[in-house]
């Protein structure tokens, strides 16, 4: 075999080598990309099914507590009231440690006042003054929610007693600080509103 045949043989062999990797390549790709897709469409679909999953357990847990037995009663209406606290207290606290400015600070009364009573929004341990807001000015403060754990102590059928464990974080030019305050609280059914938030560890 000359040198020209056997050029032409491995030009021939390096073409095919090189389309037979690309070809495997572009297959191993699209396979990936096929496998990231279904994973996606895992967890989507997974996503939903948890949700189903949990507004069926909480429809349950609604409809025993008011017409379960003498048993099943006090544990649905345990369960609902655990969850009222905990969406009320996120909402309440929410407002209460979310500020950038002191703008922000004032107007957290204002927006508390859908879920507090003039009694909790005038307790000065909870939205400050107009000190504090010269404060959060003065020192660039900014303060944000990062987590809200309620535990249910008590019920009746106007009112939730619980304790509150609160952790945020404030943000100024020396750096960020984490807190964590705790509070006894009483949620009013009738109100829809906080009537009572105590700061434990002021």
Do not use: W
Not at 92 to 103: A, E, I, K, T
Not at 152 to 175: F, M, R, T
């Amino acid at each position: 075999m000359n040198k020209k045949a056997l050029h032409v043989i491995l030009a021939v062999t390096t073409v095919v080598l090189c389309a037979t990797t690309i070809f495997f390549r572009v297959k191993s790709d699209q396979a990936t990309n096929n496998l990231r897709d279904s994973n996606k469409q895992v967890k989507k679909e997974k996503t939903k099914y948890e949700k189903k999953k949990s507004d069926i357990s909480n429809n349950i847990y609604y409809y025993i507590s008011k017409n379960g037995d003498e048993k099943t009663k006090p544990i649905g209406q345990q369960y609902v009231n655990s969850e009222l606290l905990d969406t009320a207290s996120n909402k309440l606290f929410g407002f209460v440690f979310n500020y950038s400015n002191s703008d922000d600070y004032r107007k957290r009364k204002d927006l508390a006042s859908s879920i507090a009573t003039n009694d909790v929004l005038n307790n000065k341990t909870i939205f400050g003054d107009v000190k504090g807001a010269n404060v959060v000015d003065s020192l660039g403060l900014k303060s944000s929610l990062d987590s809200v754990t309620s535990y249910l102590n008590a019920q009746d059928n106007n009112s939730i007693k619980g304790i509150v464990i609160v952790k945020y974080v404030i943000n100024s030019s020396s750096g960020a600080k984490e807190g964590t305050k705790t509070y006894n609280v009483i949620y009013d059914k009738s109100q829809g509103k906080f009537s009572k938030v105590d700061s434990i560890n002021n």
